[in-house]
């Protein structure tokens, strides 16, 4: 039965927040899908939820650099959610995803299913640590895909079965960065490779660079239809959070020491 006299809880807001973060800017209105199915399972009106969405869009520091205010009228509720998001990605964002199962009345097994698959034989803290990094790629793969509007920024594809979201810092880097979503971009799984193996690099201002190695295949029809014509193009940019400088500056560094 749905009300809305009653206060919000810590597990209400933090679903709201694993929503928030897979969600663009322009589709925090009671209309949208995601906000109606949400609504649904934890018992608020889909404008309620919408405002609460509006809440931690005030708080969120890439609206904030845009003078964008968002709902500032439930700040002091949403504000420590998000705080302990930003200071244990980690931990919140699997955290969400289990209460989020909860309210669904399914285990977050049965829920994550397909990507859990080979963890059934583990016991103890090892399966409690795989099944919470495959959970947490996987969250982070839909924020990232969200932020991209489901295009891979090289090519345009916007097939969802076909992207993934590319680690500007490698996932085994770096465990405080692992889940911010300007540590993703999305692409489709050749572009993805390229990247990860240094074949591409992608500069402060997100031009595409191509490595002297794909360069010397210039003359080959794959290189002609893959790669020619991105050479010094931009990325497509996301909706909402930028690649941050300081990781593909890095990035790039080691793109150049390897060409």
Request: net charge positive; aromatic share 10%; hydrophobic share 35%.
């Amino acid at each position: 039965m749905t009300t809305e006299r009653r206060n919000w809880s810590r597990e209400e807001l933090i679903v709201a927040l694993n929503l928030y973060l897979k969600l663009p800017f322009g589709k925090l209105h009671k209309g949208t899908k995601e906000i109606i199915e949400l609504s649904k399972i934890i018992g608020r009106t889909p404008s309620s939820v919408s405002m609460r969405l509006g809440n931690f869009a005030s708080v969120d520091p890439f609206h904030q650099q845009r003078g964008i205010k968002g709902l500032s009228g439930g700040l002091k509720q949403v504000e420590p959610i998000w705080n302990e998001f930003i200071n244990k990605k980690e931990d919140l964002l699997f955290e969400s995803e289990r209460i989020l199962a909860n309210f669904q009345h399914v285990t977050i097994e049965t829920k994550f299913e397909d990507i859990l698959r080979g963890t059934e034989g583990l016991k103890g803290e090892t399966k409690i640590r795989e099944v919470k990094t495959r959970v947490n790629q996987e969250a982070f793969r839909r924020i990232t895909l969200a932020n991209y509007a489901s295009k891979c920024a090289i090519s345009g594809i916007d097939i969802p079965e076909l992207l993934v979201a590319s680690h500007i810092i490698p996932w085994s880097e770096n465990e405080t960065e692992r889940l911010n979503p300007q540590n993703g971009i999305c692409l489709s799984p050749l572009y993805d490779k390229c990247f990860d193996k240094y074949y591409i690099g992608i500069d402060g201002d997100y031009k595409i660079h191509l490595s002297k190695k794909l360069n010397e295949k210039a003359s080959t029809p794959f290189f002609k239809a893959m790669f020619m014509d991105i050479e010094g193009s931009k990325i497509n940019l996301p909706i909402k959070y930028l690649p941050k400088r300081e990781f593909l500056d890095a990035h790039f560094y080691n793109f150049a020491k390897r060409n």
